[in-house]
């Protein structure tokens, strides 16, 4: 659900939210993503931070190719997308509602021959981990997750249960408010954190996260 009730006369800036695709020159693609606000909300169109992320991944910091990825929370499956193109064995996971629409624009980006490189999966967090295996993957992504405080706790678990001491999470966001700021002392205390990426035109954060390996740490 929105945080705000968003108006279109009010904040145009927000209009592009609710045309039905959008497109990016990305990992070396014209990708076209199918947007729907009316039926699926913020879940369902593309917001900076996954633009942010993407243009990060494409720098090259992090070699991507035959890298075990999983990126949560993915809505239209963006970042999940350019982390396949760029060469990563990507499972994009969201809740079960999203997933026929989240589907369809991996189908229309994936080429044929990387498609089975790429899996769509339902994933609530903190909900059935035991068909994820523990610490399995080298690349955990999220773009703008960190929104919803009653969400937290399930998100902090889930990031716990798929990362070992070798996996790098990635969390492109804005922090808006204190909550989000609370979010990322409680990931502090399970994780190494720092922010590697600042866009200043979009005001979003990227922080990179690698499980601790004592618990000894404040």
């Not at 879940?43 to 990825?69: S, Y």
């Not at 609530?124 to 960190?146: M, R």
Request: one cysteine or more; proline letters at 4%; aromatic letters at 8%.
């Amino acid at each position: 659900m929105a945080l705000v009730p968003y108006n279109d006369t009010l904040l145009p800036a927000l209009s592009k939210l609710h045309e039905s695709s959008a497109e990016f020159d990305l990992a070396n693609h014209r990708i076209r993503i199918s947007q729907n606000w009316n039926q699926f909300g913020v879940a369902a169109v593309v917001w900076d931070a996954a633009v942010v992320l993407c243009m990060f991944l494409e720098m090259g910091t992090i070699d991507l190719k035959g890298k075990r990825a999983i990126e949560l929370g993915a809505g239209t499956g963006l970042v999940g997308i350019v982390a396949a193109l760029l060469g990563a064995k990507v499972t994009i996971t969201d809740r079960k509602p999203a997933l026929e629409f989240l589907a369809a624009n991996v189908q229309e980006n994936i080429p044929p021959n990387q498609q089975p490189s790429v899996q769509v999966s339902e994933l609530t967090w903190g909900e059935n981990l035991d068909l994820y295996p523990p610490g399995s993957y080298e690349l955990v992504l999220g773009a703008d997750i960190v929104y919803l405080e009653e969400t937290f706790p399930a998100l902090l678990k889930t990031l716990e249960h798929l990362s070992s001491e070798n996996t790098v999470v990635l969390l492109s966001c804005r922090i808006r408010y204190e909550r989000d700021e609370r979010f990322l002392m409680d990931l502090k205390r399970r994780f190494s954190v720092e922010e590697v990426h600042y866009d200043s035109q979009r005001d979003v954060h990227i922080y990179r996260a690698v499980k601790n390996t004592s618990k000894t740490e404040l």
